[in-house]
């Protein structure tokens, strides 16, 4: 009742300071999680995009512990049935708000670009429209220079944000050869980077490689960038056996020893290796499943059949409610990271893998963060880029010795449950945002 009278005679917000003073601890986990947060994105459901899904797992989460939340994105690129969304949407308790613009061209690199310069145009308004309606912005990488919108906000009003990297550029174009590292666009876009960042209350990157990257690249923010992993849902995900899994009856997956890369088949992933491994394994009784897209399914595909390999299996992007059954129709799944590209992506797939408690093979350079991680999960096993043989041995080693696979999956998912949960990883946001809110932006891990 005491509550309920100060609450009537003062403003909200000096309202919860005094009954802090009164109350301390009792309200101190409300106040950290009580501020409006806008998130930024390109992608977002009904977008099939990972950086969508993820976004929308996130804004639910931080919305279910106490952050006013709202979402500025796109129309649908990705989606599997439409495209075209609703300008204004309410999902649950988070506002969605849309731009008119449409993906251009979406699988192409120029039309990609050119739509993500007409959307960054559309956050900077939006941005613009909405001074004072949220405490922070939170701007995701996708596109890559969204960003910006931020900075130049920031530059006029001093709007907080935060920028979430999912994928650092220039530097991946640079590895991919799609420009030289001394190209005028690379000097401009990296000095775009620093102004950025330097301007920014938090930077979140997705692994300790990411960071040190950004901190190489601009050493003045080394104080506020932090690493956030991504997340997989276990109460989504559970562990199915394959012979009461409908996925895996109606593909034809129960009897076989199945092998799944689920997820896009883009240019940052390594899926040579897995080619000549399954070239080594054709007269074995191995199944090789690959679901998804990006950009080198149809080559992936097209070498498969000019190998004459038969023991692969390509499938769609899969519905988000199949997602349950598609990643547990296997025995083993599959993550890979082209050489060169570890400290400029993270792959999200690993993390619903983990929850569908099955043992994991990963793909990458020896300097990337992911064999630290399966050491210390112990899920599974880090097989350095081209070493297929190393692949094909604990592929069979784990058909021929299925006690071990169990293990390593129980592992995966016990791992996942003590660190990469939903609510675990939305507190680290929180922490971030609330720093960011309140003007503090040393807050690095």
């Not at 310069?117 to 429209?129: D, S």
């Not at 390594?270 to 009784?285: C, E, G, S, V, W």
């Not at 293990?407 to 003590?418: P, T």
Request: proline share 6%.
């Amino acid at each position: 009742m005491v509550a309920n009278n100060l609450i009537s005679k003062m403003p909200l917000r000096s309202s919860f300071n005094r009954l802090n003073q009164v109350h301390g601890s009792q309200l101190s986990e409300f106040g950290s999680n009580w501020m409006s947060v806008s998130v930024i994105t390109e992608f977002f459901p009904p977008d099939y995009a990972a950086t969508g899904q993820l976004i929308e797992e996130l804004v639910n989460e931080l919305e279910k512990q106490g952050v006013t939340i709202k979402v500025f994105t796109g129309q649908p690129g990705y989606a599997f049935t439409t495209s075209e969304a609703p300008a204004s949407e309410q999902r649950g308790n988070v506002l969605v708000r849309r731009s008119r613009s449409t993906q251009m061209w979406s699988g192409r690199i120029r039309g990609k670009a050119v739509g993500g310069v007409l959307f960054t145009l559309r956050a900077f308004l939006h941005i613009l429209r909405n001074y004072g309606k949220s405490d922070v912005f939170l701007l995701t990488s996708a596109p890559p220079f969204l960003p910006v919108a931020g900075y130049f906000s920031h530059l006029l009003w001093k709007f907080p944000y935060v920028c979430l990297i999912y994928d650092l550029y220039p530097d991946i174009a640079i590895a991919l050869r799609v420009v030289a590292k001394n190209h005028w666009l690379v000097k401009f876009w990296r000095a775009i980077n620093r102004k950025v960042w330097q301007s920014s209350q938090g930077i979140i990157v997705l692994s300790p490689a990411m960071k040190e990257r950004v901190i190489a690249i601009c050493p003045e923010v080394a104080d506020k960038v932090s690493v956030i992993h991504s997340w997989g849902d276990p109460k989504l995900i559970v562990p199915i056996a394959k012979e009461n899994n409908w996925f895996a009856k109606k593909h034809n997956l129960v009897n076989k020893f199945t092998v799944l890369y689920s997820g896009n088949m883009g240019r940052c992933h390594d899926l040579d290796t897995i080619l000549a491994t399954a070239q080594q394994l054709q007269n074995q009784p191995i199944q090789f499943v690959c679901i998804g897209g990006g950009p080198k399914r149809e080559s992936f595909i097209q070498d498969v059949a000019r190998l004459g390999l038969k023991n692969f299996l390509f499938l769609p992007y899969q519905e988000k409610n199949v997602l349950p059954y598609s990643l547990t129709a296997c025995d083993l799944a599959l993550v890979s990271v082209e050489e060169g590209l570890e400290s400029l992506v993270a792959p999200s797939k690993l993390y619903p893998a983990l929850a569908a408690g099955r043992p994991i093979a990963v793909v990458c350079p020896k300097t990337c963060y992911l064999p630290e991680l399966i050491a210390d999960g112990k899920f599974g096993i880090a097989i350095e880029n081209g070493d297929s043989n190393a692949l094909s041995e604990f592929i069979l080693q784990l058909s021929s010795h299925p006690q071990i696979a169990e293990k390593m999956g129980q592992s995966a998912r016990e791992y996942l449950q003590s660190n990469f949960t939903p609510e675990i990883i939305a507190k680290q946001y929180i922490n971030v945002l609330n720093y960011s809110r309140d003007g503090n932006c040393s807050h690095s891990n």
